[in-house]
């Protein structure tokens, strides 16, 4: 079986090619490229399954390129940046991304996040939903399709990202059931929660805008105050 392709984009050379030598080590196949829209033609070219890209480059910055890649591929993406306010690992996680890995980092923390990514996007939809049908979890007017990787809203097919996907999975078998942000983190992330209130916040949202007619007036995922999300029971 063929190693998961991994696209490498940053303008700094020398960060790609550390990058790449210890992706290579973990017998990855890797990608380089040095822009936003090099990125874009690879994507094009190659079959990518993950994506670490930094967000200040020329040409095409890692933000504009994420929202891009987002219009047609849920690759997981992991920005990689020397900015450290929270604001910004907001805005890229609003724009799509899957993990944010601040400047400087350590390389086992950066191939432990790759291998968490990759485990989620390749596994997706591995798992039964139960003997009536193990392809499709249905609640009200949703439809999660675990071989297509994607829901269904009213009937119609609604692009999610990976993480979107394993939230919707894990809120959707139980419904009802409220998860604080730190047990959703750890199940979805598969590593221990620190600080990812905001994390998880993020990706609440935009699942929101994407099943809801009225994201401020949820139907379906709900906040439970000071607890954390659930999504509703449906009759």
Known sequence: MAQPKILVVDDDREIVGAIKKR???EGYDVVPAYNGLEALDVLVEQDIQ???????????DGLSATMKIRESKNIP??????????SDKILGLSMGADDYVSKPFRPDELIARVKSQ?????QLGSKAAGPEDKNRLI???LTLDLDGKCIYVDGEPVKVTATEF???NLLMRHPGRVFSAEEIYERVWEEAAYAT?????????RIREKIEIDPKNPK?????WGIGYKMEKMD
């Open 23 to 25: 992706l290579e080590l």
């Open 50 to 60: 993950l994506l670490i890209i930094d967000i200040m480059m020329p040409g095409m």
């Open 77 to 86: 993406i992991i920005i990689l940046s020397a900015k450290t306010e929270e």
């Open 118 to 122: 990759l485990r989620r996007y390749l």
């Open 139 to 141: 609640l009200g007017g």
């Open 166 to 168: 394993k939230i919707l």
């Open 197 to 205: 209130e905001n994390t998880v916040m993020v990706h609440i949202r």
């Open 220 to 224: 379906y995922l709900k906040v439970v």
